[in-house]
């Protein structure tokens, strides 16, 4: 069951004047749950402070927030906890309001199905804006992708690439991308447009995957290509259009440590 | 006092699941109530109706909108009715829900006082994405124009000039612009981002203003400057950055072609 909070207090239902629902002017964590914790919840937390700090909402006490995620993680063998955190609520028009107290919510989603073989991509048309005043963080203007991924479903794919404006592959919908090139593993920058996955992170400072610019063409023509984020961790995508890939032992290699670090992300598939 | 919707019923609040709070899925529209009756409505509804196709959203039977929103205006001297139109309830995950019925809500709020003077528009760091995707319609993925709007707020402005990442000028953060140069009126084309006004829309089916793209030097070298939307009409714009404008008959001229067609937006400011 969902609960709203205004700041440390419960309440029943977020107001019709909330922000988030006015102007998306809000943050979001899509958390995996596991036997009653949520082992990525130091980065997730990173995440929203720094999403806060650049969009100048205010952050209720992590200690606070911490609790009431232990209380509705417990008992959860596994699944999937999404926290919402908008500006709180404000009168008509753009200006933030002065001194809101933040509006949240936590609220608990089942544990998608892990894939029994690669992911089938297709190439979105709805392209990322270039936008560096929000690229990285985890904010609430999702609209590119709700037409991305309506795109997806259309054509029955599993998840879409989204290229930038420019052409640019940058991400899917919701994970990120890793492309193998030879022994290294390769993803694109997030400064411009993009999500800055907390497993992606986890994979940088591990040096498993470096960030790099890549063209269409070096999607197509790496040698392996998988998606990563934080509730389903690396999963192979076995076709891109007309592409397809079958398993390569430098995804199992990538899952396989991701897995000793964080056993939860064990057991997935390993190719196509 | 607010009231929300799912399709044709009433409701008490919006459910925590709603997609507008959780990714600004929907589409506003801010009206000017006059006299009990909402003068620019035929014009909000078609770009209601555009942006809700675009998107994809289901639209609520217009009839039944219509008659809530009379209530709700009933009485109303000068007033502002913002509707907001969501697309309803979904689960986790950016993919459309199928058959969702739409959730929707109206919020009364008063007039804003008209300036006694013309504008002071702030040059705002935050640019526009250039995504044509969403451009024109009017959209609940609003995060450029908070940021926009707070660092008017900050340097003390009336409003904000919004450029592109490229640089053009394009808007306000909730308003259209209007360049006089010479013996024309110009505005910038809002195909790549910005708002389809509804206000600027009478003026260009009325031969009274010409879509130009505008560099900054454009804008700077304007004999005369001013913002319109369907909320106050137009207004004088007195002073971008170390730039200032004297009242023009330019600007009084427009204003009392618009008065004639609709006078609630007569006794504006004449100039700066």
């Given at each position: 069951m969902s609960a709203a909070y205004i700041d440390s207090e419960r309440v029943e239902a977020l107001s019709l004047a909330n922000r988030g629902l006015a102007y998306g002017d809000g943050l979001f964590e899509t958390m995996r749950v596991h036997r009653g914790t949520l082992p990525l919840w130091p980065r997730h937390l990173a995440r929203l402070r720094d999403g806060a700090q650049r969009l100048g909402i205010g952050l209720p006490d992590p200690a606070f927030i911490e609790a009431r995620i232990a209380e509705m993680s417990d008992g959860v063998d596994a699944g999937v906890l999404k926290l919402l955190l908008t500006r709180g609520d404000g009168g008509r028009g753009y200006a933030p309001p002065v001194d809101a107290p933040p509006a949240w919510m936590l609220a608990p989603h089942p544990l998608p199905p892990v894939p029994c073989a690669g992911l089938r991509l297709h190439a979105c048309e709805t392209r990322l804006a270039i936008q560096p005043a929000l690229a990285g963080i985890k904010h609430c203007n999702r609209l590119e992708q709700v037409l991305a991924r309506a795109e997806v479903e259309r054509v029955g794919c599993d998840e879409g690439l989204m290229r930038d404006l420019e052409g640019r592959p940058v991400c899917a919908t919701s994970a990120n991308l890793l492309a193998c090139r030879g022994d290294r593993w390769l993803t694109p920058p997030v400064a411009r447009c993009g999500v800055a996955?907390?497993?992606?992170?986890?994979?940088?400072?591990?040096?498993?995957?470096?960030?790099?610019?890549?063209?269409?063409?070096?999607?197509?023509?790496?040698?392996?290509?998988?998606?990563?984020?934080?509730?389903?961790?690396?999963?192979?995508?076995?076709?891109?259009?007309?592409?397809?890939w079958a398993a390569h032992p430098a995804i199992t290699d990538l899952q396989a440590r991701l897995a000793m670090a964080y056993p939860m992300f064990s057991n997935p598939v390993a190719g196509a």
């Open positions: 996955g907390v497993l992606r992170g986890w994979l940088l400072e591990q040096g498993l995957v470096e960030v790099a610019e890549l063209a269409e063409d070096d999607v197509e023509s790496a040698d392996a290509l998988a998606l990563c984020n934080g509730v389903r961790g690396i999963l192979p995508v076995s076709m891109l259009g007309a592409r397809t």
